[in-house]
């Protein structure tokens, strides 16, 4: 396993529409791994494959909580191909955050529960319902492939804002 860089706003490549991925390969298993180090390093709940630069469709996850006894054990999901096959009606509103744009956190309102389907490392179709943190989360990750960022629902003056503050930092760093 290897830990991999993460890009950050204003990277060009975040508005990239990632391609699906055709086969579970010995690549595409080497970048769900990597994917996992890097996102439990960060740390972070998911992760897009683009956010390290790869634009394929392929999402790991892990929204682990303390169990009774204390302990949190791993829980990691990798979706691959992830499609949102329905949404609710009903909306619901969460603190997003995004570790390509770190620090920086907003109340996004998205839809409460969506009916998901993907393709799992093995290669086989699940179809899931997804509520909560789960149903927040995996429209923020489907986004990313995308090329949709949490920024682009709030307004444009806040967006505009949270751009221009990265687009400095990047340059000032550059110098
Ligand atoms: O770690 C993350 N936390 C988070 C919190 C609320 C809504 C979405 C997320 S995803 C984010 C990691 C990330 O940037 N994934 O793309
Ligand atoms: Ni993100």
Redesign the pocket.
């Known amino acids: 396993m290897a830990l991999r860089e993460i890009i950050i706003l204003p990277d060009r490549q975040l508005r990239l529409v990632s391609k699906p991925v055709e086969k579970v390969t010995t690549e595409i298993r080497k970048l769900a791994d990597d994917m996992f180090e890097t996102m439990y390093d960060a740390p972070g709940i ?1 992760l ?1 494959a683009i ?1 390290v630069a790869q634009p394929l469709r392929l999402i790991t996850m892990d929204l682990a909580k303390k169990s009774e006894d204390g302990e949190t054990r791993p829980q990691p999901r990798v979706f691959i191909n992830p499609e949102i096959v329905s949404s609710s009606e009903e909306l619901s509103v969460y603190e997003e955050g ?3 744009i770190p620090e920086y956190y907003e109340e996004v309102e998205r839809p409460a529960q969506v009916r998901i389907r993907f393709t799992d490392l093995d290669g086989k179709v699940h179809e899931e319902d997804a509520e909560g943190l789960f149903a927040t989360c995996i429209q ?2 489907i986004d ?1 492939l995308n090329g949709v ?2 920024v682009d629902y709030l307004s444009k003056l806040k967006r505009d804002r949270v751009i221009k503050k990265f687009t400095k930092a990047a340059r000032r760093a550059a110098e």
């Open positions: 998911g897009a956010q995004c570790l390509s923020h990750e990313h960022l949490f």
